[in-house]
């Protein structure tokens, strides 16, 4: 399992709620930033191999991500739509290989008629 460090006091000084904005801010740029380096590591190397990304989760910090020139293999195989992904505990993430196999079915019914 991976973790990421949280920032805590900050030299900046400012109102509480600006110190928590900066904060989280810089918390949010070590998630895309280790994120990044991970596909990059992991994912890329088989770029190659892959018919396409199906990707989850928060889809600003998915697009932060993606907006990296190195995965811009990855990022043009990307497919919609974006898996629902609540909390990305080890359960979860081991259910979503069926959610991007699944097929959506929508039935219209026709209309009855009657004369």
Not at 2 to 16: I, L, N
Not at 24 to 36: C, I, L, N, P, S
Not at 51 to 78: M, S, W, Y
């Amino acid at each position: 399992m991976d973790a990421r460090q949280v920032q805590g006091r900050t030299a900046a000084g400012g109102w509480s709620q600006q110190r928590f904005a900066r904060r989280r801010g810089h918390q949010t740029d070590a998630v895309v930033a280790h994120a990044v380096e991970t596909a990059v590591r992991v994912l890329l190397p088989h770029a190659a191999s892959v018919e396409a990304l199906f990707t989850g989760g928060d889809k600003g910090l998915v697009d932060d991500v993606l907006a990296d020139q190195r995965l811009r293999p990855l990022a043009a195989l990307r497919r919609e739509p974006a898996l629902d992904v609540g909390e990305p505990t080890k359960a979860v993430l081991l259910e979503t290989p069926a959610q991007f196999r699944a097929v959506q079915v929508h039935i219209i019914e026709p209309d009855v008629r009657t004369t």
